[in-house]
């Protein structure tokens, strides 16, 4: 079985005020990996069974950790694993954690694409998300970044407090002094558990308005079009050749194991996501136990669906034949979103149109399968 395997790394320098990814501000290094090395062990049989294909280093701020951490997990999956011949191995990295040496010592060991939290490009904006660099720091690691390696990632967020058109020109002068070979473009999501909520709803932090921060988007998009990135996910951008391949697992909803505290997997039909406090997932592990917080064992119809949640979100789409089940509901969307959502060569996806219109579209797709309208 091909395998995908995530890793979380869940310690950070200091608390960003959007994020709500489960990490803590601390040094505990020693005792995290050790159950992480635990964890692997537990996974025995699958990983006995499985050629691991792509490793994904996310966080938290995995460049925070000692690159010999890293090293461990990677020699231990190679050990255990069935076959280990990644083609991709990613790590996350942040600008102010991120150092030449590192970035060597990360090359030795075997990791081959660097995805960088750039976020935004400019000093208010950074400052009003608690990101711990400025722009002036944030050009010199992206640099070092691109000097040192050839697939590399910059994450950004659009609709951060401060937001202007201004600061989004900045944000495109960066990419152009700066080119990488990948762009991730979110949109601010803003969870009730975060400090940005709080300080929303306490009125000392206003977000952009909707309408403009859209309009950036799009015009983003186009930016990143005119420079030769293919949209080939909602959110992610690549130059020829440079998708992520790790990230194709989950869109394409193949198997892949999550690895530590919060972190989700998918085998077979089987999902799981781990306990997402470090204490509750250290204590399972000293105990022999996997660290589940949550099973699910999902019939054929929810493996379908997911399938297709995930699958509309890439440009190729999804395969009829992996989801016939589903094959009554799939046209009575269509036939109500005839210009984004397209059927060509056996495969079912959203237009460059549709993509934009996603959200509207996927839960219209949920609502009639909980009504039952196959
Ligand atoms: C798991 S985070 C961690 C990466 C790394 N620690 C950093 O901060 O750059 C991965 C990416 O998710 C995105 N992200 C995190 N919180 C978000 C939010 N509330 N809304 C939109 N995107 C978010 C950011 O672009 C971030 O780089
Ligand atoms: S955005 Fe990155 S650095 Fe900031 S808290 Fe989340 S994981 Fe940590």
């Given amino acids: 079985m091909k395998l995908a395997v995530y890793v979380h790394v869940p310690f950070c320098k200091s608390k960003c005020v959007y994020c709500d990814f489960y990490s803590v501000v601390s040094e505990k ?4 990996f050790s159950h992480l090395l635990r964890e692997i062990d537990l996974y025995e049989e699958v990983l006995s069974e499985s050629e691991i294909k792509t490793v994904y280093f996310g966080g938290g701020t995995p460049s925070v950790v000692p690159p010999s951490f890293l090293k461990m997990v990677l020699e231990k999956l190679e ?24 970035l060597k010592i990360y090359k030795q060991i075997g990791i081959n694409r660097i995805s960088l939290g750039v976020q935004a490009c400019d000093d208010t904006v950074l400052k009003n998300a608690g990101r711990l660099y400025k722009e002036e720091t944030l050009k010199k690691k992206a640099k070092i970044v ?11 967020i659009l609709g951060l407090p401060g937001e202007t058109d201004i600061t989004l020109k900045k944000d495109f002068r960066f990419l152009e002094e700066f080119p990488p070979q990948h762009v991730s473009l979110y949109l601010l999501e803003v969870d009730e558990r975060t400090r940005l909520f709080d300080l929303i709803q306490k009125g000392l932090v206003e977000l952009p308005e909707e309408d403009d921060v859209e309009r950036r988007h799009d015009l983003f998009v186009e930016f990143l079009k005119e420079r030769g990135f293919l949209r080939y996910e909602i959110s992610n951008f690549a130059k020829p050749g440079k998708k992520s391949l790790h990230n194709l697992f989950y869109w394409r909803n193949e198997n892949y194991l999550g690895l530590g505290v919060s972190a989700g997997g998918h085998i077979g039909r089987f999902r799981y996501v781990n306990a997402s406090d470090l204490k509750e997932y250290e204590e399972k592990i000293t105990k022999g136990e996997l660290p589940y917080e949550y099973v699910h064992e999902n019939t054929e119809e929810e493996e379908a669906l997911e399938t297709v949640f995930m699958g509309l979100r890439i440009k190729e789409g999804v395969e009829l034949n992996r989801v016939k089940i589903l094959l009554p509901l799939l046209e009575k969307l269509q036939k109500k979103y005839p ?36």
């Fill in 339 to 374: 210009c984004y959502l397209k059927v060509k060569n056996g495969k079912i996806f959203l237009s460059e149109d549709g993509m934009n219109f996603s959200k509207k579209i996927l839960s219209d797709l949920i609502e009639w399968y909980r009504e039952g309208g196959r």
């Fill in 79 to 102: 050990r255990v694993s069935r076959g280990f011949t990644p083609d991709e191995i990613t790590i996350e990295v942040n600008p102010e954690s991120v150092e030449t040496e590192k």
């Fill in 29 to 32: 290094f020693d005792e995290y």
């Fill in 146 to 156: 691109l000097e040192q390696f050839e697939n590399v990632n910059f994450d950004f």
